[in-house]
């Protein structure tokens, strides 16, 4: 049997008014749903975790659906017969926002959803196809519908382990799967004695107990009564949710490992996004003879970017091998997988929680997403004596250009990259770039204005970087169509000392007033999980911890304004208002000291010569540095050409730069004196 796909197309509209994006023309939207069925036994799915115990229909195939939007030129002749495929990110949609500097939106339409309108105007056929199984309906998000796995018609049980850490005081109740956005595996049993509730204050610190009466699984569905003034409570008994009356504390971390039942066959969201794209690039009708909505553009390549989550799910489908569709043929001929770290997914495994973040220092410390290979090329872990990589199939590995921040290397082990296990500098194959994007944060907002704390110490990181996406896609794009190589690797390294260790990162570290730094990296012990981890189960929860001190992690250097070296410097970071860190702290009462999610710093220089004398300010002052409003703007533009001649940023973007950085680009920056 092969596998089948047909398209239901619901919805065929104009984009944004039937506005013409330069030499592309006229965009129109396309909404609908792709339907599966693939045959269980081959060996093109094979690596799909529980795919044997998921139904079939009479056929013997197995059968789910996936939320598809298309983004294409109304006149074929005008597309560049490239696919880009936005793996989103927990169901959202995010290319056009960070390729475009758009508002972020899940079904973008408007003229003003569409931004500076790059994606467009250089005539991609744009595409959405959801592959996050978990995800439950609400805001927009794009849903991915597949089986519950069972053992002969039977339910399938097994260990889950959760985690939450409230953020505010006053939170009683919370999924199971710590998300409300995502589907909680329900509990076997109703009893809180058969399971563990504990909580501690640090991720490695000891865990505390907390007794079976104080908790149970349930739901408070309280709100104002009928007086509409009172608040009623109403607590529910709930397999999806756990309840605590004295309420959650902020900042604790507390873990519940309980005997969860019905996991979700999730790994089927590889093949969803394997057999869409392939379809799209290769086929004329699909397996109901209906027209591919695309075939007229004829469609040559095709190219894959995610952040963040899912760029580790296209590392992870590189790993698996599903960059070969079932017919053998490569499916993307380029991935620009962006601050994904050293992680690969907790997706292909029974009882997984997909929407969950790959280990942190305070969150979701014991994750199983941060697992050898690490890198690209191959390389020895030193610890189990195993050898592998990412990449091991040339016949269909894709061009890979991986970029990441200075956030990866504090919480996301970002350099094991481009190291091997134990620091030393790892040289990746011809096909694979690695940029890092100095001094930058995560999650890099293209359209914040100001920046704020939260429950952290210092303010956000305000460093744009979206000029580097643009300029990184032409750059595949030349790459994968003629063979014009990218510019060459930028990230830090151990033997010119712009990666480096903690005690040495101190040393070179400005001492600026009032600023605590972190403890370091977020370490990586080696993990124990059980033993049939190798086929997706997960049996020691939480794992066990066989070596603490674990891999080599090391982070970048600092000049001595306290921003990075080794890396690609938006013009922002070569022409600094701040020193701009990839960490912050949480403050008070939140965990205090320990690095906060996937947030940096913006630290702002001294004003003037004054500022510094009278704070002991080591950092040259912005009054020192620029003359005035004008000299700044002059810094941002030379550091812009900069990039240009270095084939990392467009000339188009040079003049939205310079326009941002007027009037010292207070906006972002907040000053107050000058």
């Not at 890979?400 to 990866?408: F, W």
């Amino acid at each position: 049997m092969t596998n089948k796909i047909t398209i239901d197309i619901a919805e065929r509209i104009s984009f944004a008014d039937g506005m013409a994006f330069g030499d592309a023309g006229a965009y129109e939207r396309l909404r609908g749903r792709a339907h599966y069925a693939v045959d269980p036994n081959a060996a093109a799915n094979a690596g799909i975790c529980d795919i044997d115990k998921a139904p079939t229909n009479s056929d013997g195939l197995v059968e789910f659906a996936s939320d598809i939007f298309i983004y294409r030129p109304v006149d074929p002749a005008r597309a560049n017969k490239r696919v880009f495929y936005d793996y989103g990110n927990r169901g959202n949609q995010r290319a056009i926002q960070f390729f475009n500097d758009a508002p972020p939106s899940n079904a973008p339409l408007s003229g003003s959803d569409a931004g500076n309108g790059f994606m467009f105007r250089r005539g991609y056929t744009f595409v959405c196809c959801a592959w996050q199984a978990d995800l439950l309906p609400g805001d927009g998000r794009m849903l991915l519908d597949v089986p519950v796995a069972t053992e002969a018609g039977e339910p399938i049980t097994g260990l889950v382990r959760s985690e939450f850490i409230p953020e505010s005081y006053g939170t009683n109740t919370m999924p199971l799967s710590g998300w409300i956005n995502t589907r909680s595996h329900p509990t076997a049993s109703m009893d809180p004695a058969d399971a563990t509730l504990t909580r501690r204050r640090y991720a490695t610190a000891l865990r505390e107990n907390i007794p079976a009466d104080q908790w149970s699984f349930g739901r408070d569905e309280g709100g104002i009564g009928l007086d509409g003034v009172a608040r009623q409570s109403a607590i529910v008994p709930s397999e999806t949710n756990i309840y605590m009356e004295s309420g959650f504390d902020p900042g604790w971390i507390y873990e519940l490992v309980y005997t969860g039942k019905d996991p979700l066959v999730m790994g089927l969201g590889h093949l969803a996004v394997r057999d869409f794209i392939s379809f799209l690039k290769y086929d004329d009708v699909d397996g109901a003879g209906t027209a591919n909505p695309v075939a007229d553009i004829g469609i040559e390549k095709a190219y894959g970017w995610g952040r963040s989550q899912t760029g580790r799910i296209i590392r992870d489908f590189l790993y698996l091998g599903f960059n070969a569709d079932a017919e053998g043929r490569q499916v993307f001929d380029g991935v620009l997988p962006h601050v994904a770290g050293g992680g690969l997914m907790w997706m292909n495994h029974r009882f997984a929680n997909a929407v969950c973040p790959a280990g942190q220092e305070h969150e979701d410390h014991y994750n199983c997403a941060d697992r050898f290979p690490f890198s690209y090329a191959e390389s020895t872990d030193h610890l189990t004596g195993k050898t592998d990589a990412i990449l091991k199939r040339p016949d269909t590995d894709p061009l890979v250009i991986h970029s990441q921040t200075a956030t990866e290397y504090w919480q996301r082990r970002g350099s094991l990259v481009h190291t091997d296990t134990q620091g030393n500098d790892l040289e990746q194959p011809d096909t694979v770039r690695v940029f890092m994007w100095g001094s930058s944060e995560h999650f890099a907002d293209p359209n914040l204005k100001k920046p704020s704390r939260g429950i952290c110490q210092n303010l956000s990181n305000v460093v744009r970087t979206s000029m580097l996406f643009r300029a990184l896609l032409d750059a595949l794009d030349a790459w994968a169509t003629d063979g014009t190589a990218p510019p060459t690797s930028r990230c830090p390294r151990h033997d010119d000392e712009t990666l480096v260790d903690m005690d040495t990162f101190r040393k070179g570290f400005p001492d600026i007033p009032g600023l605590a730094l972190p403890s370091g990296p977020a370490n990586l012990p080696l993990l124990d999980f059980g033993p049939n981890f190798d086929s997706g189960i997960l049996s020691n929860e939480p794992p066990k911890v066989t070596d603490a001190d674990g891999y080599t992690l090391l982070i970048p250097a600092t000049d001595s304004d306290g921003n990075d070296l080794g890396g690609v410097r938006a013009p922002m970071v070569s022409a600094p208002l701040a020193t701009y860190t990839g960490w912050n702290l949480r403050a008070r009462g939140f965990g205090t000291g320990a690095k906060y999610k996937f947030s940096g710093s913006t630290v702002p220089l001294p004003d003037s010569a004054e500022e510094r004398q009278t704070t002991n300010d080591p950092r040259a002052a912005i009054l020192e540095r620029y003359e005035d409003a004008g000299a700044y703007q002059a810094a941002i533009r030379a550091a812009a050409e900069a990039l240009v001649t270095d084939g990392l940023m467009l000339e188009e973007d040079i003049e939205r730069c310079v326009e941002w950085a007027a009037d010292w680009d207070r906006d972002r920056h907040d000053l107050k004196t000058i």
